[in-house]
């Protein structure tokens, strides 16, 4: 071990003077006494909190406790600290007699140690010390625990220790004190309540409760249901935001899809290898950053977000100007070409880069989560794409309503010939609208490769999606698109959390189809003279 104990230990001596000593009594037992008075010592050491207990206690979990000349001394090499003043030691005496620690003992210590730990002013400490104890507190720590909770101000520390406390006090002789400790639990949001409260309402294998009183049975019940509501409160929440983050993804991913597939009419199998791309330029710039910009690394994503859609662009518009365009109003043909560009763009990025997997690693902002109900944790890379996913949707709708490029692509799509007639280049228009849809498909791929590691393959896993997505909004439609994802996305997760996975991907399939075949212009229709 480090020698920290023997540095708290003068601390506390110099913190402390002589006569605010720990009791010598209560020392001498701990090093002297049978394994009960050792565990009694103990409880009596951290009942008060004395925080200069701790070296005490972990001296002796280390084994470098002692008894010499009729005192009690942590020694490590030639050092000693005397345990009941703290008063330095030098030289050591000798003989002196070791005080060994067996495994009952430890057990005892680190929970003690956890609990006093409860009083430090470090807030990850006392988290820590929380966490620990939630399953590990024994009756003697109560005293210590009501004045952790008293002293607490932290929103997540407290409710974890009043939920210790009141697991503790469900085990007490006074009924009032049960009583107490039951409706305090009434209140929690935690689903280990349920563990403390289901064993006063349940029955023997006699059909007789096993809790013979019936005023706390009544009450165990009534907070049970409490936190049950609660807790279905809080599954509810959790299962809505699964919806939405799932829904913000396929929107992600369909959103260039409706410009290429539902402005343009284009059926282009090789939209989710777009979507590869800029997942993919995504890992380039991590790696470059990584390389020559370490100290700036949170700050990738800046240069990932414009290097994705340039990418991703301008592949678009390669194979546009390349392929698609001689393939208008030919959509057997347009499958089968895009399909097959699909499995160019899939074994070029093998070449490339490997058939393995690579992983993109988060910047320090999207890594861990947010609490906002007990059990009940929103990713914060979650979060950050549901809000991308929204500026995206945003400047989309800004573009095709307010800008001369959206109001040229408007026009090509409602009637290309009548567009051509009054000077607009439908062609060039054609190139520019396919490489905005292929940008934005770069786009989705550099926010999907933070929830989940890139391959060639990852485009292929959202390709059908990003469809049925696009034809159950309404070919042309934004605002169906937006409806659509939002939709499969929450009615996903709450398939999922009735029959699993792969029975909501097929009830889906099927509702769809059933859709489509009652309204085959999706949820929006395009509304003008000519929609051909």
Not at 69 to 81: I, N, Q, S, T
Not at 107 to 130: C, T
Not at 202 to 220: I, N, T
Not at 232 to 241: K, T, V
């Amino acid at each position: 071990m480090s020698r920290w104990w023997v540095s708290l230990g003068l601390a506390v001596a110099v913190a402390f003077p002589a006569r605010a000593a720990l009791d010598a009594a209560v020392v001498t037992r701990l090093a002297t006494g049978d394994g009960d008075e050792k565990v009694a010592a103990i409880a009596q050491l951290i009942a008060g909190g004395d925080p200069r207990a701790v070296p005490v206690l972990q001296a002796l979990a280390d084994g470098e406790m002692s008894v010499a000349g009729g005192r009690v001394l942590l020694v490590k090499g030639e050092e000693g600290l005397d345990a009941v003043t703290g008063e330095k030691v030098s030289p050591v005496p000798s003989p002196r007699d070791d005080v060994v620690a067996n495994n009952r003992l430890r057990r005892e210590i680190e929970s003690a140690l956890a609990a006093l730990k409860l009083l430090s002013p470090d807030r990850d400490a006392r988290l820590a010390a929380a966490k620990e104890l939630a399953g590990g507190a024994n009756e003697a720590m109560l005293p210590l625990l009501k004045k952790a909770v008293g002293n607490e101000t932290d929103g997540t520390i407290k409710p974890m220790l009043e939920l210790t406390v009141a697991g503790l006090e469900l085990k007490s002789a006074d009924k009032a004190q049960r009583l107490a400790a039951i409706r305090t639990l009434a209140a929690s949001a935690n689903p280990n309540t349920r563990m403390l409260l289901s064993p006063l309402v349940e029955k023997g294998k006699d059909g007789a409760f096993l809790e013979k009183d019936e005023d706390v049975r009544v009450a165990a019940q009534s907070s049970l249901a409490s936190v049950e509501g609660r807790l279905a409160w809080s599954q509810r929440a959790g299962l809505a935001f699964s919806g939405v983050s799932l829904g913000s993804i396929l929107l992600l991913a369909a959103l260039g899809l409706a410009i290429t597939y539902g402005l343009m009419g284009v059926i282009n199998m090789a939209h989710g290898e777009l979507i590869m791309i800029g997942a993919y330029t995504t890992y380039v710039v991590q790696n470059l950053f990584r390389a020559h910009l370490p100290g700036a690394f949170d700050w990738y994503l800046a240069a990932a977000l414009p290097a994705a859609f340039a990418a991703s662009a301008l592949v678009g518009m390669a194979l546009e100007r390349t392929v698609i365009r001689w393939l208008y109003g030919r959509p057997l043909e347009t499958l089968l070409a895009t399909w097959g560009l699909s499995l160019i763009l899939i074994q070029a990025v093998r070449t490339l880069f490997g058939a393995q997997n690579v992983q993109v690693e988060n910047p320090a902002f999207m890594s861990g989560g947010v609490e906002i109900l007990a059990g009940i944790v929103l990713p914060w890379s979650r979060i950050v794409i549901i809000g991308f996913a929204i500026a995206v949707l945003a400047g989309m709708a800004v573009l095709l309503t307010r800008t001369r490029l959206g109001l040229f692509v408007r026009a090509v799509t409602q009637n290309r010939a009548m567009a051509a007639c009054v000077g607009v280049r439908t062609a060039r228009i054609d190139t520019w609208a396919f490489g905005l849809g292929s940008g934005i498909a770069g786009l989705a791929g550099c926010a999907l490769s933070q929830i989940g590691n890139v391959g060639p393959d990852l485009g292929q896993s959202y390709i059908v999606d990003s469809f049925m997505v696009v034809v159950l909004g309404g070919v042309g439609q934004l605002a169906g698109t937006v409806y659509a994802a939002l939709g499969l996305g929450i009615l996903n997760k709450v398939l999922e959390s009735w029959a699993g996975a792969v029975l909501a991907k097929i009830a889906i399939l099927v509702v769809i189809i059933l859709f489509i075949q009652k309204r085959p212009q999706g949820l929006f229709a395009l509304k003008g003279r000519v929609i051909d």
